[in-house]
């Protein structure tokens, strides 16, 4: 009778294991998501230091289900930088694919923060010279 209990008691704490590692794999997909699109921004040579740290600020906002709507005044504060230049770099990741903005309003009445829609495959952005790879790193597809 023993030996069945503590049978059960296991079947039981294997059972809410399970659980809890099939819930941190669900929350841990978007992190990893964004750390394969950390590498690859940073691995890009189009783009300069700025413009990367820009993308990583805006990728670290990113909520799966709300998106990414920072505002200029939250991203030049939290980067440091002016607002021309945060534009700039905006700008520049349109124009690459990395980055799609929607601008958004509150009922016609007034304007509200940006929609960022980030490019999560980025597969027309070439992270050197070659378009390959740097050696130890993977596509993300």
């Not at 030996?3 to 929350?27: G, N, P, Y």
């Not at 820009?54 to 990113?62: K, P």
């Not at 903005?101 to 929609?115: A, C, D, E, I, T």
Request: hydrophobic residues 35%.
């Amino acid at each position: 009778m023993i030996i069945i209990f503590s049978t059960l008691k296991e079947v039981c704490q294997s059972q809410s294991k399970a659980a809890r590692t099939k819930e941190q794999k669900a929350a841990a997909a978007p992190s990893v998501i964004k750390l394969k699109l950390i590498e690859r921004v940073l691995d890009c040579t189009k783009l300069t230091h700025v413009d990367s740290r820009v993308m990583v600020r805006l990728i670290c906002h990113y909520n799966i289900e709300d998106g990414c709507f920072p505002s200029l005044e939250t991203l030049m504060h939290e980067l440091g930088i002016g607002e021309r230049t945060l534009l700039r770099c905006i700008r520049k990741l349109k124009e690459i694919g990395l980055l799609a903005v929607q601008k958004r309003y509150k009922r016609g009445k007034y304007r509200l923060s940006n929609l960022y829609h980030i490019n999560w495959l980025c597969t027309q952005v070439p992270v050197n010279e070659s378009g390959k790879y740097p050696s130890g790193s993977q596509a993300s597809t």
